[in-house]
């Protein structure tokens, strides 16, 4: 039939083009998602919430507003209207489309949408999870290298519908990745994609073996840079430490918080903790790009030895 695509495992039909998504190959129920192009004119009400570049009102609607780039509004989970602005590049849209608004939809949908990467490791889910700039897509790069597809990168969604049923929904087969470390990796940049324009990160697909089908958790780790004077390397932390910082790690947890109903990111951060293993990852800032290997087998070896939980 059509052009529709898989996120999260959610059907999505769109007028705008998500060609670095895979084809839709499930039942044939109506579309989850549905993105469209239009005009969002002002809403006669007030916003419920209203900060400098994003608003939500009661019922479920949740505006963005990206300067030359495009107004985004998501309905219910269900529905992403994009207005875009004079002018604007198609790759900047789909950054807040499958960044930002997405993060959106899965708070809208009840799922837990964390900040991380993640790679498939012996049929189970292996994140990462992190601030900016941690290094997050870089250890997953590494580790699609030595034989682990790719889940999803900066954003992972959980899904946690009840104690014992804890998922992973795969988003999509593509990395951010600096030149340099590209370069380490021996990727080819040509033909690549910048993120965005003045941003030295590009889109890199890592279509190899991408499985859009739910899968359980096989652990987190939370990607901490620490200095030289401080202790590297991977750490149990305590329960309260470890679901204060999952919780921490939410994706758009700011937006999450103010549309979701109290205590729902905190609950959400208990489940994934008690559904999973959950380790700091700490990393020397100065540590060499060349060592990043060692790292990425480290991680897999820990993982491995975790056995069933």
Same mark, same amino acid.
């Given at each position: 039939m059509n052009g529709d695509r898989v996120l999260y495992g959610w059907r999505v039909r769109s007028e705008f083009a998500l060609e670095g998504l895979p084809p839709w190959n499930g039942d044939d129920r109506p579309p989850d998602v549905e993105v469209v192009l239009g005009d969002l004119p002002d809403r006669p009400e007030a916003p419920l919430i209203d900060r400098p570049h994003w608003q939500a009102w009661a019922g479920g609607v949740y505006r963005l507003t990206i300067a030359g780039v495009a107004r985004y509004e998501a309905l219910c989970g269900r529905r992403?209207? =994009?207005? *875009?602005?004079?002018?604007?590049?198609?790759?900047?849209?789909?950054?807040?489309?499958?960044?930002?608004?997405?993060?959106?939809?899965?708070?809208?949908?009840?799922?837990?949408? &964390?900040?991380?990467?993640?790679?498939?490791?012996?049929?189970r889910a292996l994140m990462i999870a992190g601030a900016s700039g941690a290094g997050k897509s870089t250890l997953a790069a590494a580790l699609v290298r030595r034989g682990h597809p790719l889940l999803a990168d900066d954003v992972v969604a959980v899904a946690c519908r009840r104690q014992d049923d804890v998922r992973v929904l795969p988003g999509g087969p593509a990395l951010k990745l600096s030149l340099d470390v590209m370069s380490e990796l021996g990727i080819d940049p040509s033909g690549l994609v910048v993120n965005r324009p003045g941003q030295p990160k590009y889109s890199v697909p890592a279509r190899t073996g991408f499985d859009p089908a739910p899968l359980a958790p096989r652990a987190l780790y939370l990607l901490l840079r620490v200095r030289e004077s401080a202790p590297a390397g991977i750490e149990r932390p305590g329960?309260?430490?470890?679901?204060?910082?999952?919780?921490?790690?939410?994706? @758009?947890?700011?937006?999450? &918080?103010? =549309?979701? *109903?109290?205590?729902?990111?905190? @609950?959400?951060?208990?489940?994934?903790?008690?559904?999973? *293993?959950?380790?700091?990852?700490?990393?020397?800032?100065?540590?060499?790009?060349?060592?990043?290997?060692?790292?990425?087998?480290?991680?897999?070896?820990?993982a491995r030895g975790l056995g069933g939980r």
């Open positions: 992403v209207v =994009i207005e *875009p602005a004079a002018g604007a590049d198609a790759n900047d849209i789909g950054v807040f489309l499958l960044g930002t608004m997405v993060g959106v939809l899965c708070h809208q949908r009840g799922l837990f949408p &964390l900040h991380a990467s993640a790679v498939r490791l012996d049929g329960p309260a430490e470890a679901v204060a910082r999952v919780d921490a790690m939410a994706y @758009r947890r700011g937006v999450g &918080l103010a =549309i979701t *109903p109290s205590g729902t990111l905190f @609950r959400g951060a208990a489940a994934l903790v008690r559904a999973m *293993p959950v380790h700091l990852l700490k990393v020397r800032e100065e540590d060499p790009l060349s060592t990043l290997d060692d790292l990425a087998a480290a991680v897999e070896a820990h």
